[in-house]
DNA sequence: CTGTTAGCGCATTCAC
DNA sequence: GTGAATGCGCTAACAG
């Protein structure tokens, strides 16, 4: 059996109030009471039973997601998970809201992080902008003692309790490297599409990918970064006119959004194209089943919501994560290892995690 | 605030006593009374709070793992894995136990699952066998009342209540189309390195491997598959015979356990060949990097062994599990996207196993 | 058949 | 500074 507060109680010779004090770091305990209780817990080898404790307090965990406002079909997928995540509110005592801000608008940002915190939530989680303001935002959130995670797009410099998402300079490489496994010998430029390079995450993206490609394999041009701003119209204009001017274009990365652009601009080319693409929606799912996408690279946002979730509450409480669980992957899917559709889906399909 | 207990007595007009009753349907209550409080819950849409109800039971969960002898890494990381989850029984109320059989052993573990059934634990997590004496114990174990997953190897005619494991048609479909891919246009036959044709998993992987190739891509030879039993030497001689036979083998598909011997045998080649393999076990790693391994389709024990813990649970409870959270990922690993070793990796003793 | 009562392990008033 | 008492939501004797 388990040790108690009674126990520990009993060994040091004191009440259930005195322990509960010096469990909590509250005040009003002298230091020798307190050191013998310590002692009694270390020697007993207690550790409190959250669920206990959560029942007799009541606890709640209001959590704050902020991520961003448009029509990146990611960012919606993540905000439907978010919902999906809230039925289970009543049963693990969260409680969640969404703020959403303009994409890339770091003052926008700033301003709904402090008004986050200004309502004191158990945790924080925010798709980040890389800001120096934002950084001390975030920094400020945690002087004032509310966990912060980062998601899908890091700060580190923000000193973030911890990051949820995935390691996007691996996905670069391991993109780069699938690029070149299908190029084969075949000659020709590839092009990658991004959506901005001001946003980290493409950044990385692009850095892993060129490193791959042009260290494991025979010289190829990386092409100029087409930027598309994550924008279907322009993403289409921008790969039709490359696709022009390269008559010989072997491949295309795109490691940003507006995918369904990308798609009809190659779908119009009646040669074949090797393309690898990031996240896995309706629209890069059919045409990874048509064969005018080969792979597509994909964080699963169910999974990243489920994570912060954990964490958040995680950190709230002060207890360790299982890290394992926690590690996002970058899944990988070809027309064969499709996820089934689910009902439940969104727009964005799948959902699977740990 | 959620409805509790005392909501749905006062409302129905009866006492505690009695809404525990219908709640977990014990006997010792009229039918009109049942239905007047089975209303009450209804209509407040009561959910019980699990927490609260374990903490006044005490309730803890005994679950036992069956899952093969021998050196099978796999299997050996399984093991540790539930070894880990171990640790955190204190905290999830549960009581884990491992009985191993030997492998491939129907009689073996019908013997152990009914050994196991006999001490009535909260649920039992099996690494199936094929066979129909294996059913029959399943089934025996689920009508004794103690829920049953299946655990990597699938055996769905049992009636088990959940499979933890991998589609694995769809990782062989997947390593066919990324062979298939990888080759190019390049000929010569493909070989089949499988540990037996009388598991399931085998079987299904070869199934999707051959259709996917044989389906996407240009006709190409896939010779008699090598039944390596899992065992390095065997595994090794084996493909050393198949290297020789065929001057021009291009590709080789291992997808069991015996890896080992697999890497020095095409270690020992001086010719490419594309392999895929299944399982990253520090031998795939290491060959992933030299790029003797072109890429490693893989399942996560940790996640399957947590998995496995919380369907069994939400069984045991009779509550609905997170499928999204449930379903375990086909890994695809190239040497660009290995995650870091970690301590808990697995770790295989040198020279004479995988 | 149904109700009363006393905990499960912990947190929190309110006295002393 | 410290302790006794009460309750969180639920279960489990034990009465009636």
Redesign the pocket.
Known sequence: ??????DIAASA??????V??V??RRP???A???EKVEAAIETLG????MA??N????RVYPLVFIIPTGDNPFMRGLEAEIAVAGLRSPVDRTRLSVLTVPAFDSAALVEAIDRAVSDVPAGLAVVAVDAPEVAAAIARARSAGVPVVTLVSDLAASGRDHFVGIDNIAAGRTAGSLMGRFLGGRPGPVAVLAGSMLVRDHRERLQGFTAALSQDFEPRVILDVLEGQDDPMLAEELVAICCKAHSDLAGIYSLGAGNSGLVTAISAQGRPIRVIAHELTSHTRSALKAGLIDAVLHQDAGHEVRSAIRVLKAKADGVAVIEAQERIRIDIFLKDNLPLEQAGDVREPIGRDD
């Open positions: 059996m388990r040790p108690t507060v009674h010779g004191v009440s259930l109030a005195t509960d004090r469990l909590n009003g305990v002298r020798v009471t307190r207690y550790v409190r039973d206990a404790a029942l007799a307090k009541s």
